[in-house]
């Protein structure tokens, strides 16, 4: 379990201390359900963010970048499976697009511009990573990544990888809406509360209905 806690600050990780801007590039939107996997740190704070979209049905809490024999949360604590914490986030692009997702991953989900380390966690296994399931994904998540840089929006480059997803393997069920079921849990307050606060600051038109 993770035990050590730092205060987020959030808003320090933008230069210019403002919402990042929409991609200039977003893929097609249809009437089938899509899927997009993400890995940014401890995969609680993620999940809790991403729940609160609109268009999104599912977000489910777990790991990719490695092997399936490997894809426990002990073993992938060790930082040696090649596994990113990650969430897979089951949405309809008719109501949120894959875009909007990347916009709210790299402004409020996390910090793309850190190393293998996510505020008070470090490893391998808490790096930055799009994993993109077809080429339109990828050029949209390259589109934006370059869009961000380009505009020098961040004090630091963003670091955030793209790799192809090989394959998706959900956490134990003790890690599913951490957040919502641990709430006062002193890690969640520090560091995983502010995300969402700052979801629904900066994006109230894309927050689900109570």
Not at 40 to 64: I, N, Q, T, Y
Not at 182 to 196: F, L
Request: glycine residues 8%; charged residues 20%.
């Amino acid at each position: 379990m993770k035990k050590i806690i730092i205060p987020v600050i959030l808003g320090a990780i933008v230069a210019c201390g403002a919402k990042l801007p929409s991609p200039v590039t977003d893929v097609k939107a249809t009437n089938q359900t899509a899927t997009a996997v993400f890995a940014g740190g401890c995969f609680w704070g993620v999940e809790a963010v991403f729940e609160r979209l609109k268009g999104v049905s599912e977000v489910v809490s777990g790991f990719a970048g490695g092997k399936k024999s490997t894809a426990n949360y002990d073993t992938v604590s060790g930082g040696r499976t090649g596994h990113a914490e990650s969430v897979k986030i089951t949405y309809d692009p008719s109501r949120i697009s894959y875009g909007q997702l990347l916009q709210v991953f790299f402004s409020v989900a996390h910090d793309p511009t850190t190393l293998n380390r996510q505020g008070p966690d470090e490893g391998t296994q808490y790096r930055s990573v799009i994993f993109y399931s077809d080429d339109e994904q990828k050029r949209v998540a390259e589109a934006y990544i370059k869009q961000l840089n380009d505009g020098k929006l961040f004090r630091h480059p963003i670091v955030t990888q793209l790799t192809p997803l090989d394959g998706f393997y959900a956490a134990e069920a003790y890690h599913q809406h951490y957040f919502d079921q641990h709430p006062n849990e002193p890690y969640i307050v520090y560091n995983d509360a502010p995300k969402v606060r700052e979801l629904q600051k900066q994006f109230p038109e894309l927050l689900a209905k109570k």
